[in-house]
């Protein structure tokens, strides 16, 4: 006759519940999932085959302790939504480029942050020799962009030197052009 155990790892494909090892009957034990001491049943809903080092392990502990003895073991178990299996509504934080363009001064375009950092390290760099004029400067300051092939339309120049003049760091006086880079 067929004993509980023949049948738990007939429908176990002769595998330990646990580690899904081939378990030969000699070293198989059925595991109350819920101990018996528990008030778990005999039922199968209740009952897995399993390595009797295992069952020996997990003996009467609560569901929650065999739970986490049984997790602890297995690298590689990820609940949806974390990575593992395909989440079916997209993660609720913002894509990348709209929290950079948030970052970003309000008075430039997304992108210009940058552009604007790179104006002020080039000025700095270049000492006296900063063009004293508006058209110079818009000349300058396209020619770098275009070189780092970042956006350097008239549009993006001018409001490049706007936010400059913004932040105190270029003074225009008619056509003419102060620095005070600091
Ligand atoms: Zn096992």
């Known amino acids: 006759m067929t004993t509980h155990l023949d049948r738990l790892l007939f429908a176990q494909g002769g595998q330990c519940f646990f580690c899904r090892k081939q378990l030969p009957k000699a070293e198989a034990s059925v595991e109350h999932l819920v101990a018996s001491a528990n008030g778990g049943t005999n039922d199968d809903g209740n009952c897995v085959a399993c390595c009797k080092s295992l069952n020996n392990l997990l003996g009467s502990r609560s569901i929650k302790e065999k739970m986490q003895i049984v997790l602890n073991q297995r690298g590689n178990f990820q609940c949806p939504g974390s990575g593992g299996i395909e989440p079916s509504v997209p993660p609720s934080s913002p894509p990348a480029a709209t929290s950079v363009a948030a970052k ?9 942050a940058a552009s604007l950092d790179l104006v002020l390290a080039d000025l700095k760099k270049r000492g006296a020799s900063r063009p004293r004029k508006v058209s110079t400067l818009t000349s300058t300051i396209k020619a770098l ?29 008619d056509s003419k052009v102060g620095y005070k880079l600091g």
Do not use: C, H, Y
């Not at 339309?153 to 030197?161: C, G, K, Q, R, T």
């Open 104 to 112: 970003a001064t309000p008075a430039v375009g997304s992108g210009s």
């Open 145 to 173: 962009l275009k070189q780092q092939q970042k956006p350097n339309s008239d549009v993006e120049v001018a409001n490049l030197i706007a936010e400059l003049q913004k932040r105190g760091k270029v003074v225009v006086t």
